[in-house]
């Protein structure tokens, strides 16, 4: 399967720990993005990285919140001192490098829940 | 300030009628559109995309209409199957930056 990939698919943490998640995007996607989604909400922007290169984060992403791409293959999104607010799904997303626009592909995302 | 809106937040349709998903956007400057489709406990499925310089885009029984003067598009699913039954997300980008999405719509298609 090449699709992407999402690692944990599900995560409870107590409130004030740290948590990580993993993405592994399409091998051949340049682009990789994390959005999040609560109940009721559509999917909303976090961040992205164009290789390595973090190019944009949301005001969404506090400075609790923390992406890397290192070699710009998988992603981890860094979750420190959580709070019951954190709780959501997780989702990352690949799409090629656009020279024009395409779509992204997502993955099964990561359900975050914090107690 | 939500920049793709999706009025409505279900829909319900009987089988082999026609669905139609709504989708509102304030930004103008917005030229590529996409229609995903999610399961629960799922990510987001690509359904269908239509880019600003077209008006119309077509896929089997997936059809995506865009009014560029209205900021207003529109997916039509006929005939509606129950395996359609999911929320629909309606996203839209300006240039290569990352997709804006609606809050979705939940359909429901009753055999």
């Known amino acids: 399967d090449t699709g992407v990939s999402q690692d944990p698919r599900h995560k409870i943490t107590k409130r004030g720990q740290n948590v990580t998640f993993r993405c592994d995007p399409i091998?051949?996607?340049?682009?990789l993005y994390w959005y999040r989604q609560t109940l009721g909400q559509g999917p909303e922007f976090l961040t992205y990285f164009q290789n390595e290169a973090q190019l944009e984060k949301s005001r969404l992403l506090s400075d609790r919140f923390s992406a890397e791409r290192p070699k710009g293959s998988f992603s981890t999104l860094e979750i420190q001192r959580t709070e019951q607010g954190d709780s959501a799904m997780y989702l990352c997303?690949?799409?090629?490098?656009?020279?024009?626009?395409?779509?992204?592909?997502f993955g099964q995302g990561t359900r975050l829940t914090v107690v | 300030d939500q920049q793709v809106k999706q009025n409505s937040p279900s829909l319900s349709v009987q089988e082999g009628r026609i669905s139609i998903l709504n989708c509102d956007y304030t930004?103008?400057?917005?030229?590529?559109f996409l229609w995903y489709k999610k399961y629960p406990a799922e990510g987001p499925t690509f359904l269908i995309s239509i880019s600003s310089i077209k008006d119309k885009n077509e896929d089997g029984r997936f059809t995506v209409f865009l009014n560029k003067s209205a900021k207003h598009l529109s997916l039509h699913i006929v005939p509606s199957q129950p395996g359609d039954s999911a929320v629909y997300f309606c996203?839209?980008?300006?240039?290569?930056?990352?997709?804006?999405f609606g809050k979705g719509t939940r359909l429901s298609v009753i055999a």
């Open positions: 997303a690949s799409s090629l490098d656009p020279v024009m626009n395409t779509e992204a592909f």
């Open positions: 930004n103008s400057m917005f030229d590529y």
């Open positions: 091998s051949e996607h340049n682009r």
């Open positions: 996203a839209a980008s300006e240039g290569n930056t990352p997709l804006v």
